[in-house]
């Protein structure tokens, strides 16, 4: 168990009391509002993107408001952070959505996720944006360890995971249910000494 002290000054690194914006030389990450629905409809009715998730297609914009006031609850009861991602300029285009969940402030550890629309995949974007994240995971939360996960065969998301540093740590053998049959999915991991060390 740690120190009651230590413990203390983890929640002193982030209290989310405010929204934390994120930047990076091409994209803003920012909270999502009910202007990105039908970006967010788009997006999590794309085939493309429901081809590994097991998940009803997000495609009224009922629907998508629901999910951005899902994804917005998860900071008001601190559960995790979800950002709207968008491109830098003027036209503050979205191109995506990415976030932490599951944090576990005892052991320190949290997990990630991210999506990209298929028309803004190639360009680097879900890559950018996770280092973002998992510098201020490591920086903010004060976590030892980021994790994700992801269905094996989905290499467009292992090869960002693996640009950021992860090292693949097992399968769960068809551990998941998804478009009626099971699935094997991937375990990623990230330490802190390893994120310091890049």
């Known amino acids: 168990m740690l120190p009651l002290l230590f413990i203390?000054?983890?929640?002193?690194?982030?209290?989310f009391s405010t929204f934390p914006e994120l930047a990076t030389p091409r994209l803003e990450l920012r909270k999502l509002t009910s202007a990105d629905v039908p970006a967010m409809r788009n997006l999590f009715s794309a085939p493309e993107v429901l081809r590994y998730l097991n998940s009803s297609p997000t495609d009224t914009d009922e629907k998508?408001?629901?999910?951005?006031?899902?994804?917005?609850?998860?900071?008001?009861?601190?559960n995790g952070v979800n950002w709207a991602i968008v491109l830098n300029g003027e036209d503050d285009r979205f191109v995506g959505q990415c976030g932490t969940h599951?944090?576990?402030?005892?052991?320190r550890h949290v997990d990630i996720g991210y999506h990209i629309l298929p028309v803004e995949w190639g360009k680097g974007y879900a890559t950018e944006a996770s280092h973002a994240v998992i510098r201020w995971c490591f920086e903010?939360?004060?976590?030892?360890?980021?994790?994700?996960?992801?269905?094996d065969g989905n290499i467009g998301s292992e090869r960002v995971l693996l640009k950021?540093?992860?090292?693949?740590?097992?399968?769960?053998?068809?551990?998941?249910?998804?478009?009626?049959?099971?699935?094997?999915?991937?375990?990623?991991?990230?330490?802190?000494?390893?994120?310091?060390?890049?």
Not at 71 to 77: A, R
Not at 102 to 107: H, T
Not at 187 to 198: I, K, P
């Open 164 to 198: 950021c540093g992860f090292t693949v740590e097992g399968v769960w053998r068809e551990s998941c249910w998804e478009h009626g049959r099971f699935v094997n999915i991937k375990q990623f991991g990230l330490l802190r000494r390893e994120f310091e060390s890049r």
């Open 102 to 107: 599951g944090w576990d402030e005892s052991n």
């Open 140 to 151: 903010q939360l004060g976590v030892h360890r980021v994790q994700a996960d992801c269905t």
């Open 64 to 78: 998508a408001l629901d999910l951005i006031n899902w994804l917005n609850d998860q900071f008001d009861h601190k």
């Open 8 to 15: 203390k000054e983890i929640r002193t690194l982030f209290d």
